[in-house]
């Protein structure tokens, strides 16, 4: 059953396994220097830990029974956002910076107005 057809070569007596990573050792090293000069952000994100942090106080205040305040703290906190997007360099907005500056300005500005607008016109509770 182990039979080789004749005409066919016989394998090698020792495998050898070519090793194509080695000319590559420098290049993936400077490859991965220069990526990480040129990545974007601060190295502590912080504009979005800020921004998360302030929508997680918020949601905890609306948790507590307190729905009007949290939910203009949440609104808030939109707006901070808008306005760190705007003002920061795209280098120091770090992870706020999902598309082109207009378009998340643009989004950022109409979810902010949208949910001010909402939260102040939520009935006080009776």
């Given amino acids: 059953m182990n ?3 004749p005409g ?3 394998p ?3 495998l050898v396994v070519p090793d194509f990573t080695a000319d590559r050792a420098e290049e993936d090293v400077a490859a991965s220097a220069v990526a990480a000069q040129d990545a974007g ?3 502590f994100q912080w504009p979005l830990v800020l921004v998360l ?3 997680l106080v918020s949601l905890l205040i609306v948790a507590t029974d307190h ?3 949290g939910s203009v703290l949440f609104a808030a906190v939109v707006v901070f956002a808008f306005f760190l997007r705007a003002f920061l360099p ?3 907005a770090g992870w706020l910076a999902v598309r082109s500056r207009r378009v998340d300005l643009l989004c950022l500005g109409f979810l902010g107005v949208t949910l001010v607008v909402f939260s102040l016109i939520v009935p ?3």
């Fill in 53 to 55: 942090t302030g929508l």
């Fill in 12 to 14: 090698p007596s020792e």
């Fill in 67 to 69: 729905f009007r305040r």
């Fill in 8 to 10: 066919t070569p016989s």
């Fill in 3 to 5: 039979e080789i057809p």
């Fill in 124 to 126: 006080p509770p009776s």
């Fill in 90 to 92: 795209d280098r120091d």
């Fill in 41 to 43: 952000g601060p190295p």
